[in-house]
């Protein structure tokens, strides 16, 4: 990685040219709850831009905020400051063109795979016939094939997260969301996970915001790693990481990668660390 490539947050914060328009403008965003003891300030000031096709993760500690952001980009939950827009039009509420994936895979216990599956194309009243192959597909390149039929508790917890992944891809949003989806899997499951991720992302190039705590995780899967403070959630610095792809999982063992790891957590160690 080069130096160059560990761009400060000011100059990858730099306006792009007018020409090459963002998936995703963030410009001065906030978000305070109100709740029965006042006002909690979650979000402050976060501006950053996400270019068509890009992998960007954003890290932070438990309670920064990085599920307020991302409800917010899914349009599930109004910002109480600034703006987020997708491809130049304001985000107002949930799209079509957005797959989101959270923690937990939410899949429903009586439809089987197929069919929690084709629940976006259903909900969309998109062509069933279709639908049902891109679903074949998408659960092949998962590794998947054959499980069509099953139940959600016939799988093991990393397969129903497959499942949810799919399910976010079926109707070919243009972007994909994802709030700590490997949260919950054990390390070598997460691992492999973060390969199929890669392939997919590789395979399919959509537009991807992850959200993690892992640092490695970060930088294996990402472009760019946006790294938030604690609450109330501010960024950072915006880390360019330039790693080859496809990035093999030997790559974490390597000095660049060693070097941006350092980089990110020297963010956390100056704030009393990442809270797991
Ligand atoms: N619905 C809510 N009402 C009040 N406070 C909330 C609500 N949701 C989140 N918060 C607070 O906002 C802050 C950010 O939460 P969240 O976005 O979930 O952080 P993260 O995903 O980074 O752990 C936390 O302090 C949390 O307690
Ligand atoms: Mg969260």
């Known amino acids: 990685m080069s130096r160059a490539g560990l761009a400060p947050a000011g100059e990858a914060r730099e306006p792009r040219p007018a020409s090459v328009q963002p998936m995703i403008a963030v410009r001065r965003l906030a978000k305070s ?11 402050e000031d976060i501006d950053f831009a996400v270019a068509e ?39 107002a509420g949930p799209r079509r063109d957005i797959g989101v994936v959270f923690q937990s895979p939410v899949l429903f216990p009586w439809r089987s795979v197929l069919h929690n599956v084709l629940l976006p194309a ?109 609450r109330p959630g501010r960024i950072a610095e915006i880390v360019a990481v330039d790693l080859p792809r496809p990035r093999s999982l030997d790559v974490m063992s390597t000095p660049d990668f060693g070097a941006a790891v350092k980089r990110i957590r020297a963010h956390f160690n100056a704030r009393g660390g990442l809270v797991a």
Not at 70 to 91: D, V
């Open 122 to 230: 259903d909900v969309q009243r998109l062509g069933r016939a279709e639908h049902e192959r891109i679903a074949f597909e998408l659960l092949s390149l998962v590794g998947l094939a054959g499980f069509e039929h099953r139940y959600p508790w016939e799988l093991s917890g990393g397969m129903q997260q497959r499942v949810a992944i799919v399910r976010a891809l079926v109707h070919d949003p243009a972007m994909l969301l994802m709030d700590e989806p490997f949260g919950a899997l054990d390390a070598m499951t997460r691992e492999q996970m973060n390969l199929e991720l890669q392939r997919i992302w590789l395979e399919r190039r959509k537009t991807v915001v992850f959200i993690t705590h892992s640092i490695p995780e970060a930088v294996f899967l990402a472009d760019r790693v946006l790294v938030m403070t604690p």
């Open 33 to 43: 709850y109100a709740t029965k003891r006042g006002g909690v300030v979650a979000l």
């Open 53 to 91: 096709g890009e992998f960007l993760a954003i890290l932070g500690p438990s309670g920064c905020g990085k599920s307020t952001l991302l409800k917010i980009l899914a349009g599930l939950l109004p910002a109480t400051g600034g703006e987020a827009s997708l491809r130049g039009t304001p985000i």
